[in-house]
């Protein structure tokens, strides 16, 4: 059975450490800036966080950013919530490397 790129996406981000935190990273930056400060979604904008998940997303995003690492129990965290976010990250992933990972799904 072919795996969809929605699905192949969500799986990443519910278990590669990589794609995940450089996700939430990458979702973070789109916060605005004032919703960065007090980590809470405060704009209805389709980017970013939403309001349930803002304020601990935004604090480990911080933590990455700082040049700390994860604890396994914040990636817990991260992979649990992260694959919600799969739209935003597809629409980050430059066209070339689109086109890789679907033509590598064809093939498997």
Same mark, same amino acid.
């Given at each position: 059975?072919?795996?969809?790129?929605?699905?192949?996406?969500? =799986?990443?981000?519910?278990? =590669?450490?990589?794609?995940?935190?450089?996700?939430?990273?990458?979702?973070?930056?789109?916060?605005?800036?004032? $919703?960065?400060?007090?980590?809470?979604?405060?704009?209805? =904008?389709?980017?970013?966080?939403?309001?349930?998940?803002?304020?601990?997303?935004?604090?480990?995003?911080?933590?990455?950013?700082?040049?700390?690492?994860?604890?396994?129990?914040?990636?817990?965290?991260?992979?649990?919530?992260?694959?919600?976010?799969?739209?935003?990250?597809?629409?980050?992933?430059?066209? $070339?490397?689109?086109? $890789?990972? $679907?033509? =590598?799904?064809?093939?498997?």
């Amino acid at each position: 059975m072919k795996m969809k790129v929605t699905e192949y996406i969500k =799986n990443q981000l519910a278990t =590669n450490q990589a794609w995940a935190v450089k996700a939430l990273v990458k979702v973070y930056t789109l916060q605005t800036l004032d $919703e960065q400060v007090t980590g809470q979604t405060a704009n209805l =904008n389709g980017v970013g966080f939403s309001g349930i998940d803002s304020k601990i997303l935004s604090s480990f995003a911080e933590q990455v950013n700082k040049g700390r690492t994860l604890s396994v129990k914040q990636m817990a965290i991260v992979f649990k919530k992260m694959p919600r976010y799969h739209k935003q990250v597809a629409s980050f992933i430059p066209a $070339e490397k689109m086109a $890789e990972i $679907e033509k =590598n799904l064809a093939v498997n």
